[in-house]
């Protein structure tokens, strides 16, 4: 759901994420993910010692920053949200990460050997346009790791249940295939955590329900329902088979290097130091 003033919605919702989460599964997400499974695709991503990555709609970006001290990549981390950013940026600390505000796309200038997009892909419903802009981001054979919601689009009665459902837009496994393929990118690996999600899911709900007094206070009551509502809704889907929850990595094929540029930055449009 919408947090564009994420502070309140961090306060009041970190005790809940702490307790749902298993010891030392909680690294600051806003997601079903585990610590574990961001530290895999990481690794699979080919993540490491300076390799310079690119995160995108990161948030206050506990992925990024748990990355960056396990993995010790060069890390920028992009979400248009400036509170979530201005959260991301103090709790980095001494760590090296960068921070920018910004939509996407566009993206920064530059190129990476890692492009991270973590349980947002849900949120952009010109998925072609997305991955366009992957393909420059990225040096040859620079990857594109990110999570998907896989499944048939909403149905009408689908989106009117679910709270704020104009940035939630399932994609089947085969036109997001497709659609890294015209982008020039390859899918080298993929893993189902549809499982896992469903009990994360669960967990969350849960928790958010036992503490629904305090967060209610900080956020509101109709936020909370709104939430709870959600959650209720993937873990519904999540058993029926309804969605799937995996993690891909993707990969710039060199071939088609010469058929993609990046297009020159529009006025006024800022780089990003």
């Known amino acids: 759901m919408r947090q564009d003033d994420r502070a309140p919605f961090d306060r009041a919702l970190h005790r809940a994420r702490v307790s749902a989460y298993g010891p030392c599964e909680f690294v600051g997400q806003e997601s079903f993910m585990t610590a574990g499974e ?11 010692p300076g390799v310079t990555v690119l995160d995108l709609c990161c948030g206050v970006a506990g992925p990024g920053r748990y990355l960056t001290r396990e993995l010790l990549c ?5 979400d248009a949200s400036a509170s979530a950013v201005a959260i991301a940026r103090e709790r980095a600390g001494d760590l090296p990460c960068r921070f920018a505000v910004g939509q996407i796309p566009p993206f920064p200038s530059g190129s990476f ?3 991270l997009l973590l349980e947002t892909m849900l949120a952009f419903e010109d998925k072609d346009a997305l991955v366009r802009e992957i393909f420059p981001a990225l040096r040859p054979g620079g990857r594109f790791a990110f ?3 896989e499944g048939d689009p909403l149905t009408a009665a689908e989106r009117a249940a679910m709270p704020d459902a104009d940035t939630v837009w399932l994609t089947p496994l085969d036109e997001m295939a497709a659609s890294l393929g015209r982008a020039g990118l390859v899918v080298t690996w993929q893993e ?17 329900a036992a503490d629904a007094e ?4 900080q956020i509101g009551r109709r936020a909370l329902d709104a939430l709870l509502a959600a959650h209720r809704l993937w873990i519904e889907w999540l058993d029926e088979g309804r969605v799937r929850k995996l993690a891909l990595v993707s990969e710039r094929r060199a071939a088609a290097a010469h058929r993609h540029r990046r297009k020159p ?3 006024g449009q800022r780089a990003i130091a």
């Open 38 to 48: 961001i530290r895999a695709l990481g690794v699979r991503a080919g993540i490491g």
């Open 74 to 78: 060069a890390y920028l981390g992009v």
């Open 113 to 115: 050997d890692v492009v």
């Open 147 to 149: 999570t998907l919601e």
């Open 192 to 208: 189902d955590h549809s499982r896992a999600h469903r009990a994360v899911a669960q967990a969350l709900a849960d928790a958010f």
């Open 214 to 217: 305090d967060i209610a206070a």
């Open 265 to 267: 930055r529009r006025e």
